[in-house]
């Protein structure tokens, strides 16, 4: 089945312990981005990727990190996390991310708690 | 980046046809319209996009007029599971051009 896996689906977590949050696709796209979802702001997206070792920034970049070391694989990192990092965050991927026409595949999602 | 104004929220009853309304006044020539649906606790999930006048597909259909400033995302005989918050985006760019605002939140009651 296709889809886009993330994980964990849920996490707790400290000011300044660093975590990282998987997300896999099967669908050997190209394209991968992260956004993060807060109540009345709709989603905002994070960081993106074209390809491996492709990455940019997206529209709220700062205090995260990702990397794209294989095609299937893009992790968020956040290296000092923060309580304005709680967030629920989706993990989505398309076939090349070039043409408007694509699809996008969103994973499940992750529910992040920063206290 | 052409932007969207959607309603924030709508009701509707079970058996209703839904139609979600969409503005883009500063839409380009090449961009698309895209709607994605949102259930509570998931991801968006695309329903459908279009260029100009009718595109009709299994799960809604989408109206737009040949000015191309607006959009509506009609869904027939809407039922609970309906329910779902409705993301307008518009864009020519790849995925990078698309921005998802606040959507609406649509409440099927029965």
């Known amino acids: 089945e296709a889809q886009v896996t993330q994980n964990p689906r849920y996490l707790i977590t400290v000011t300044g312990k660093k975590l990282t949050v998987t997300c896999s696709q099967n669908m050997n796209h190209e394209y991968m981005s992260w956004y993060r979802q807060d109540p009345g702001l709709g989603l905002r997206q994070i960081y993106y990727?074209?390809?491996?070792?492709?990455?940019d920034k997206g529209d709220v970049p700062e205090g995260y990190k990702v990397s794209r070391k294989e095609k299937r694989n893009f992790p968020l990192i956040l290296e000092s996390p923060s309580p304005n990092q709680t967030s629920l965050y989706f993990c989505a991927s398309s076939s090349t991310g070039v043409t408007t026409n694509e699809k996008l595949f969103f994973g499940s999602g992750t529910q992040l708690s920063v206290l | 980046l052409a932007k969207t104004t959607q309603p924030i929220s709508m009701d509707s009853y079970e058996g209703q046809e839904v139609n979600i309304t969409c503005s883009h006044n500063?839409?380009?020539?090449?961009?698309?319209i895209t709607w994605y649906q949102q259930f509570p606790s998931q991801g968006p999930r695309f329903i459908i996009q279009?260029?100009?006048t009718k595109v009709t597909n299994e799960v809604a259909s989408l109206f737009i007029p040949a000015d191309r400033k607006s959009s509506t995302l009609s869904l027939p005989r809407v039922s609970l599971s309906d329910t779902a918050v409705y993301y307008c985006l518009v864009g020519d760019g790849g995925n990078n051009d698309m921005r998802f605002g606040a959507g609406t939140r649509l409440t099927v009651k029965p």
């Open positions: 279009g260029y100009k």
């Open positions: 500063n839409i380009a020539t090449n961009d698309y």
């Open positions: 990727s074209m390809n491996v070792e492709v990455t």
